[in-house]
């Protein structure tokens, strides 16, 4: 069975601050896709990033970095410098029938 | 920006009566997603289709749950008959299964039943 750890709930962070969002991961498939979704208040889901289980290379893009291991099943976001618009509850994903984590809610204070 | 389409945007509706959710996916996609979002449980697949043909719908109850693809463009939920309990956001999603590319979501349903 597929299933998705987001074993943080709630993380509250100072704006301008770093903050990384846990995810680990569980699948008996050797191929495989990991997803971040944001839901921010308004309530849609905006798609992050994909990645690939043959591909662990980090990604970054802006504030955002993503690392993947797949020796400890995990796929960590990190945000760099948060921002008040970063609040927002997030969401790790994985195919194939994309199932999701729990969330973590993510408060950026200024 | 191409996008999902879901309507009803809100639904409220009273306990028994049948509700029908819809959803146009992005043209081109040949996978789409139901999903139920709520408070207790978080996000939970209801069903999926792929080329319009169902793969899987075992988050669904049965009794009362029935998705369906009429054709590529129109993807339905319905409810018979509803129950408060099935209050929640509804979110259809679609994508491309080639690739598995981010699957793009709708702004969703949300469902009240009273």
């Known amino acids: 069975a597929q299933k998705v750890t987001q074993a943080q709930t709630e993380i509250s962070v100072v704006e301008k601050e770093d903050v990384t969002l846990d995810c680990v991961y569980e699948?008996?498939?050797?191929?495989?896709?990991l997803f971040w979704y944001k839901q921010p208040p308004s309530g849609e889901l905006v798609f992050l990033i994909r990645?690939?289980?043959?591909?662990?290379q980090n990604e970054i893009s802006g504030r955002y970095s993503w690392n993947f291991q797949k020796s400890t099943s995990s796929f960590n976001f990190t945000i760099t410098a948060s921002q008040v618009v970063d609040s927002a509850v997030y969401f790790c994903?994985?195919?194939?029938?994309?199932?999701f984590g729990a969330g973590t809610i993510l408060r950026v204070k200024s | 920006d191409a996008r999902v389409t879901q309507t009803p945007r809100h639904k409220v509706t009273e306990m028994g009566q049948e509700v029908t959710m819809r959803c146009q996916p992005i043209?081109?996609?040949?996978?789409v997603f139901w999903y139920r979002q709520t408070m207790m449980q978080g996000l939970e697949l209801l069903a999926y289709?792929?080329?319009?043909?169902?793969?899987?719908d075992s988050g669904m109850p049965k009794d009362r749950f029935s998705a369906e693809m009429p054709d590529a463009t129109l993807a339905t939920l319905k409810i018979q008959p509803s129950e408060p309990r099935d209050s929640a956001v509804y979110f259809c999603?679609?994508?491309?299964?080639?690739?598995?590319?981010?699957?793009?979501f709708g702004s969703g349903t949300r469902l009240t039943v009273v």
């Open positions: 994903a994985l195919s194939g029938e994309v199932v």
């Open positions: 043209l081109g996609h040949n996978t």
């Open positions: 699948t008996r498939d050797t191929t495989y896709y």
């Open positions: 289709f792929r080329n319009r043909a169902p793969l899987d």
């Open positions: 999603a679609s994508g491309s299964g080639t690739d598995q590319g981010g699957y793009t």
């Open positions: 990645r690939n289980s043959f591909d662990e």
